[in-house]
């Protein structure tokens, strides 16, 4: 299973910009997908998450009612749309899914990251 991340970029405060994140590979189900980000400096922190059993998206107080995490099941994409961006937003922004994988020894659980793409929002 690969991820591939894009969307990331140089942006004013106050705009918008749109991740994109594409899953391919021996999935059989995907039973989550979320997007982190991490700071210069600081630690990985969540910023916005699906699960299958809850199926309503959670995000991060500070993002709530900016960014939104939407998936389209069909070709196993995960978006977030980030609009009124801030400089505290900056930062390297990574998507992960957990799914159930296809073997010919039946689906096993496991959790995937892509690599990672730079925001950086100028003030």
């Known amino acids: 299973v690969q991820l591939q991340a894009s969307g990331g970029g140089l942006v004013q405060a106050g705009g918008s910009l749109r991740l994109s994140c594409a899953a391919s590979?021996?999935?059989?189900?995907?039973?989550?997908v979320g997007w982190y980000r991490q700071a210069p400096g600081k630690q990985r922190e969540v910023v916005a998450y699906?699960?299958?059993?809850?199926?309503?998206?959670q995000y991060v107080d500070s993002v709530k009612g900016r960014f939104t995490i939407s998936r389209d099941n069909a070709d196993d994409t995960v978006y977030l749309q980030m609009n009124s961006l801030q400089p505290e937003d900056t930062a390297v922004y990574y998507c992960?899914?957990?799914?159930?994988?296809?073997?010919?020894?039946?689906?096993?659980?496991?959790?995937?990251w892509g690599q990672g793409t730079q925001v950086t929002v100028s003030s």
């Open positions: 992960a899914v957990n799914v159930l994988v296809r073997t010919s020894g039946g689906p096993y659980e496991n959790v995937y």
């Open positions: 590979g021996s999935i059989f189900s995907v039973n989550a």
């Open positions: 699906i699960t299958n059993g809850n199926g309503n998206p």
